[in-house]
């Protein structure tokens, strides 16, 4: 997490002395209440790594990936963006990149255009991975939270599983 933090000031502050790119948030911590409501809308517990982010900032906006807090669930963009892209991936069928039919998908991530985004997914039965990366053809699958936010900074960093099955 300190690390993509610092990452996108370094980017920040390289556009020019004053920042081209939009600054840098980092937001309030969430309450474990705030948490414990989210993981009752996501219906499946949070993976300890995401949990700890939400502790530490309620959401952040890396490069061109909005990671959610519970916060953006209340109402706004970021959220319909969110639940559009759940809608649309459900339709095209994740079973075929291993997902089993109704295994609870929740969005933590989306881009502005909500063409890619980044689910927690609860498949314990079939495989160890909680992320699911996926858009524009590409489907990538993440133990944990930290991974997701190692690969983004760097994708040499990682190589996650591109199929379950």
């Known amino acids: 997490m300190a690390q993509v933090i610092s990452r996108r000031v370094r980017e920040y502050f390289s556009d020019s002395p004053f920042g081209e790119s939009p600054p840098p948030v ?7 209440e705030e948490i414990a409501v989210l993981e009752s809308r996501a219906g499946q517990v949070l993976e300890s790594g995401y949990r700890e982010f ?5 959401g952040l906006e890396f ?12 109402s706004g963009e970021i959220r319909e963006v969110a639940e559009t892209f759940r809608e649309t991936v459900l339709e095209c069928d994740p079973e075929d990149v291993g997902i089993p039919p109704g295994a ?20 314990a039965e079939i495989a160890e991975e909680r992320y699911w ?18 690969f983004l900074d760097d ?6 599983r591109e199929t379950l099955l």
């Open 155 to 160: 994708p040499g960093s990682f190589d996650p």
């Open 104 to 123: 609870p998908i929740f969005p933590i991530a989306v881009n502005r255009d909500g063409s890619w985004g980044v689910f927690l997914i609860d498949i």
């Open 63 to 74: 490069r061109s990936l909005f990671f959610l807090g519970c916060h953006d669930w209340e």
């Open 26 to 32: 980092i937001y309030s911590p969430a309450t474990q």
């Open 133 to 150: 990366w996926t858009g524009e053809g590409d489907d990538f699958f993440f133990t944990g939270f930290a991974d997701v936010l190692a």
């Open 54 to 58: 939400l502790s530490l900032t309620d």
